[in-house]
């Protein structure tokens, strides 16, 4: 059974900093891209960041330079070290995997930005 679960997530300044993190289990993780998302209230779904098996990353134009991904194969995780936060940022983030046809996510984690 595949599991994702985010966690990292909590009530900032504007200015601050979070680091997220998903850990992924049942799955072959190291050949995977892995995909955050985030989602605001009344907002669609949007995606903030990839990072593909051998590392490469692409970024939301809205979070380029401030946000970063990484992962580590061996634990299977993926983190989302967010600097530079803004009210703008406030969302619920989700990690996202697609294997096997099917779409994987995570539960979520609430991240509020107070300015």
């Known amino acids: 059974q595949v599991r994702l679960v985010e966690s990292g997530g909590g009530l900032v300044q504007a200015g601050e900093s979070l680091r997220l993190s998903c850990a992924a289990s049942g799955i072959d993780f190291g050949i995977r891209t892995v995909n955050w998302h985030r989602q605001a209230p009344g907002k669609q779904r949007e995606l903030v960041a990839i990072?593909?098996?051998?590392?490469?990353?692409n970024y939301a134009g809205s979070v380029e330079g401030r946000f970063s991904i990484s992962r580590d194969n061996a634990k299977a995780t993926v983190a989302l070290q967010m600097n530079s936060l803004k009210p703008e940022d406030t969302a619920v983030y989700y990690c996202?995997?697609?294997?096997?046809?099917?779409?994987?996510w995570g539960q979520g984690t609430q991240v509020t930005v107070s300015s």
């Open positions: 990072i593909t098996s051998r590392g490469s990353t």
């Open positions: 996202n995997v697609d294997a096997w046809g099917k779409s994987y």
